[in-house]
Structure formats: C-alpha cells, structure tokens
C-alpha cells in the first residue's frame, strides 16, 4: 500500500511571500487531515476534509491560509501571505473512518517551511 | 487548559530498562487513544493504539488506558538505543476522528 505523499520536502520564502503543498493521500482514504508541528510541539489541526467537504477549520488562520481538495482525493494547502512564525512543518494524514471509531492516521513526510 | 498534556522530559532510560511514558486528557468524551513515535526531523509514526480499559500489549510495547482516571500511559521494555525519539500521545473523540495531539515526551537510551 503506498503511504501519504507529499511535495515539496522543504521550502525556503520570504515573508509575505505565497507557498502551496500537495498532498495525495493513501488510496480510498476519505478523510484528510492537515497538521502544522512547529518545533517542539505536538502537531495542531489545520484543517480536516471528509471526501472534499471542509468537517473542521476552526483552527485554520483564514486571513492567510486556504485548503481545497477537489474530486476528494488530493489537497493543496496554501498560505498567503507568509508569516515568520508560519515557520513549522506541514504533515498531511489520511484515515478510514468507522463509525465513531478512528484507526489511527498514516502521515505523509511533511514539508518543512522555513520563512525568512 | 491543554488537551492532552504529557512531560516534554527528556526522560533519560539505560538500555535494556523499562520506559514509561504518561500522558492525561480533559476530553471525557474521547475513545480512542494513541501513541506515535516521531524521530528528529521525521513524521509521526502510529505505534500502539487502545480503545477499552486495560493494558494492550505489542511486543515491547504496552498501552494503559484508565478511562476514570483519563490517563493513558505506555511502556517500552527492554530499551534500545533505537528507541531514542519523541512520543506523541493523541486523544481522538467525536465522531468526525479529529486527534489531539500532546506535546510530546522525549525519550533518550543510553547505552
């Protein structure tokens, strides 16, 4: 089973700069999940997608950051204008839902972002 | 008030000792409970995951899960020094499976 891709790796911008992550997740994986982890920190919910309906972004900063993930496979990630403190990781999971149970989350590899 | 909260140690462990991590959540509607292992500079990886009360065992790993108590702890036994990373503990509750994630606990074997 392929895992959860990610791209890019890494990112290095500019404040105030724009940036953009993909995400594709494991294959018959409604739900989509999108973490940011700063260093030292547990990672935080951005934003959670069940098919391509938006389920919670109640933590999402929505002045700069935008999700979509069209025909409920792939999502991109989008922050505009960049922030110093959006400096962190962005992990991308995906998840079988049952019921009310979770299985647990399979993360991509993350992109790490560096705004400068 | 922190959801889940676990100590960032480091906990320090010899090799070949016993580790044990804890971890409590405010959530009583949670029901499910994990434990992900994060190297530096890596993702989190699913290691043990626990639904009812009780100890859940995985080869050298084992979960605790006191739902009374909201606490949910884990154990490594027999400490290696590849076990040497951060231990996520994450709450899931609701029916829409969003987790809450700890902190994290460092753990460092020394051999």
């Known amino acids: 089973e392929a895992g959860v891709a990610q791209s890019p790796r890494y990112k290095i911008i500019e404040k105030r700069q724009s940036v953009a992550f993909w995400c594709n997740p494991i294959?018959?994986?409604?739900?989509l999940y999108w973490y940011q982890q700063i260093l030292g920190q547990g990672p935080k919910l951005l934003i959670q997608?069940?098919?391509?309906?938006?389920?919670?972004d109640s933590q999402l900063p929505k002045d700069r950051f935008s999700a979509e993930r069209l025909k409920g496979v792939d999502s991109t990630l989008k922050i505009q204008p960049a922030k110093l403190e959006d400096s962190a990781v962005y992990l991308c999971?995906?998840?079988?839902?049952?019921?009310?149970?979770?299985?647990?989350?399979?993360f991509g590899s993350g992109t790490r972002l560096t705004v400068v | 008030q922190k959801e889940v909260e676990q100590n960032s140690g480091p906990l320090s462990v010899p090799e070949g000792a016993i580790a044990s991590l804890n971890c409590t959540y405010s959530?009583?509607?949670?029901?499910?409970f994990f434990w992900y292992r994060q190297y530096s500079g890596k993702s989190p990886e699913l290691i043990m995951s626990?639904?009812?009360?009780g100890d859940k065992e995985d080869g050298r790993f084992t979960a605790q899960l006191n739902k009374a108590s909201q606490y949910v702890s884990l154990l490594i036994r027999d400490s290696q020094p590849s076990d040497s990373a951060t231990y996520l503990c994450?709450?899931?509750?609701?029916?829409?499976?969003?987790?809450?994630f700890g902190a994290g606990t460092q753990v460092v074997v020394t051999p």
């Open positions: 294959s018959g994986h409604a739900t």
């Open positions: 997608f069940q098919n391509n309906g938006v389920v919670d």
């Open positions: 994450a709450a899931h509750g609701g029916s829409w499976g969003k987790l809450q």
């Open positions: 626990i639904y009812s009360n």
């Open positions: 999971a995906s998840s079988v839902l049952q019921g009310a149970a979770n299985y647990g989350y399979t």
């Open positions: 959530d009583r509607g949670s029901q499910s």
